[in-house]
């Protein structure tokens, strides 16, 4: 990463391939005033895109979807360059992104449709209620280096469907696909109501300053720092964060898959996945055999850069911090006890790490306490599943967990004792793509939720509340001026009878 100091205004950040170090581009390092211009004139142009109604944003969406399909070869390709991913993992940032548009546009018009509760006693008898959904002007979204495609556009769809505007602050690191979905945005003509502001840590936090409603996925630190900037402000934010997820590998489990999902669910990405599997306690009977299927699994894939014909199954790590984070965890893990049972080999550039199995693993090491986020799997034997779910709960982070088991029964009843945002049974990472559900942490892994049927884009709009009277209402109504003590008497009266529950209650003072 290098910047150009030469020009505050001209400043830009290099980005690299993370396997080759190679510059795959450069982008300018916008200043709090340049963001607070674009901002401004989203603001100016947001009105016009919520009169548009649901459908007709709708529509705009839509054709965001086919140019993202039209354009899939160019988007993965940056993909590929700017974080060093299998092609076959960008894929399916463009297509969730596909995905998210289809479900919310055909369902924007039911989630975001007036409401009309009925009103619950005599005071509010003549009065139409109705709740309406607004949006917030603009919306902010903070996006990470790990899905730098498919976070900001999953996050920007139910935004833009809401009748927000939207400025998306993507990764220095990976800046480039968040650009690549505004160019989209651009070439198909639509309302100026969607940008891409780049640079570093304080770009975002001039993007906090000047929205009205932030979403934002990363780190705990930066999570919290960014809720209490918005909670100063008094602005809402949603944070979805780390995560240091469990999975459980009971005894009659089908260890074949569980050997296969976990070791997809722990490495898809390099591992850098808030929802990636980062610790696993398996039933002390099976521990074993387990093993020895995740190593047959794990040994056999492919490290490096994919050559556009499949040719990886894992990519380098993003950063050189990163890197250096797992091989500590190791190096912690290995100090501590633990034992190796594949990997950890470093390469020239030193971006990759080869998957790891560690062994005889405890919470003491923080291989099984801290985010890793990174190609490690830790693997620890359990008495039976009573201690796995007290081990799984033993954990600052709560953001979700895999159950393994050939019980579907016990398996539910096993989540519903996990202390996290969601569990997948056989499966991992199964939930990302299930739009209905909620996707969000507990404890240190976030605030609030994304996705999540309609609250997925109600939570980017204000409710409003409006009452009317049904009928021509009167001159005066009985709780208005003039106080009288008769009128005073009446009024008390009717709202015992409203209150109380009983004869006695609603006929004699107490
Ligand atoms: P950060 O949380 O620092 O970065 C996430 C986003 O926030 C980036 O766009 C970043 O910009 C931006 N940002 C940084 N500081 C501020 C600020 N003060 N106000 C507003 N926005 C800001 O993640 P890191 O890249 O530093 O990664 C550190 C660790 O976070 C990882 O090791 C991993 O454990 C975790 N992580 C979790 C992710 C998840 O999906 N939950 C994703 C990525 C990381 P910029 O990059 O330009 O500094």
């Known amino acids: 990463m290098s910047i150009d100091r030469h020009s505050s205004a001209t400043a830009t950040v290099d980005v690299q391939n993370p396997a080759t170090g190679a510059v795959v581009g450069s982008v300018p390092l916008q200043t709090a005033d340049a963001v607070q211009a674009v901002v401004r004139e989203l603001r100016s142009r947001q009105p016009a895109w919520e009169a548009l109604g649901s459908e007709g944003r709708a529509a705009w969406l839509r054709k965001l979807r086919n140019w993202l399909l039209d354009n899939e070869s160019r988007l993965v390709e940056e993909l590929h360059a700017e974080t060093s991913k299998p092609r076959a993992e960008a894929v399916l940032e463009v297509m969730m992104i596909c995905d998210a548009i289809n479900y919310y546009s055909d369902r924007a018009r039911k989630f975001l449709a007036d409401e009309r509760p009925r009103p619950h006693g005599l005071l509010t008898v003549q009065k139409k209620l109705t709740q309406v959904y607004r949006p917030y002007p603009v919306v902010g979204i903070i996006s990470p280096w790990n899905f730098p495609l498919m976070i900001p556009g999953v996050d920007a769809v139910p935004a833009l469907l809401a009748g927000a505007a939207v400025v998306i602050k993507p990764s220095e690191v990976t800046p480039m696909s968040g650009l690549g979905l505004a160019r989209g945005w651009r070439e198909i003509g639509a309302p100026p109501v969607l940008a891409c502001v780049t640079g570093r840590g304080e770009t975002g936090a001039a ?120 091989r ?12 190796l049972l594949t990997g950890s080999i470093v390469r020239d550039t030193g971006m990759f790490v080869e998957p790891t199995i560690l062994v005889d693993v405890d919470h ?69 793509f299930c739009f209905a559900l909620p996707q969000g942490g507990w404890k240190n892994s976030g605030l609030g939720s994304r996705l999540g049927g309609a609250q997925g884009v109600r939570k980017y709009c204000r409710r409003q509340a409006i009452t009317a009277p049904r009928v021509r209402p009167p001159k005066n109504e009985v709780l208005w001026y003039p106080y009288s003590p008769r009128r005073a008497r ?5 709202l015992r009878l409203l209150a109380a529950r009983n004869v006695r209650r609603r006929l004699f003072r107490g």
Not at 219 to 229: E, N, V
Not at 328 to 339: E, M, Y
């Open 364 to 432: 003491s090491m923080a291989c099984m306490r801290e985010e890793t986020f990174g190609p490690t799997i830790p693997v620890m034997r359990v008495a039976d599943a009573e201690e796995a779910i007290r081990l799984a709960n033993d954990c600052e982070y709560g953001l979700s967990a895999t159950v393994w088991t050939k019980d579907r029964a016990r398996g539910e009843a096993i989540a519903r004792r996990l202390e996290v945002g969601s569990v997948n049974i056989n499966d991992a990472y199964a939930n990302l």
């Open 490 to 494: 009446t009024v008390a009266k009717m």
């Open 207 to 326: 993007v906090v300053d000047s929205v009205d409603m932030v979403q934002f996925t990363g780190s705990t630190r930066t999570g919290r720092a960014i809720a209490a900037r918005a909670g100063e402000r008094l602005i809402p934010c949603s944070v979805e964060l780390g995560g240091k997820d469990p999975a459980i590998v009971l005894a009659d489990a089908d260890l074949v898959r569980a050997a296969n999902g976990i070791a997809w669910g722990g490495l898809v990405n390099s591992g850098q996945a808030c929802i990636s599997v980062e610790r696993v306690y398996v039933e002390a009977s099976v521990y074993d055999r387990f093993l020895e299927l995740l190593a047959e699994r794990v040994s056999a894939l492919r490290q490096g850069l994919d050559d556009g014909c499949a040719s990886a199954d894992i990519g380098a790590l993003a950063t050189v911090q990163q890197a250096e984070i797992v």
């Open 328 to 339: 500590g965890h190791v190096d912690d893990a290995l100090a501590r006890g633990a034992g």
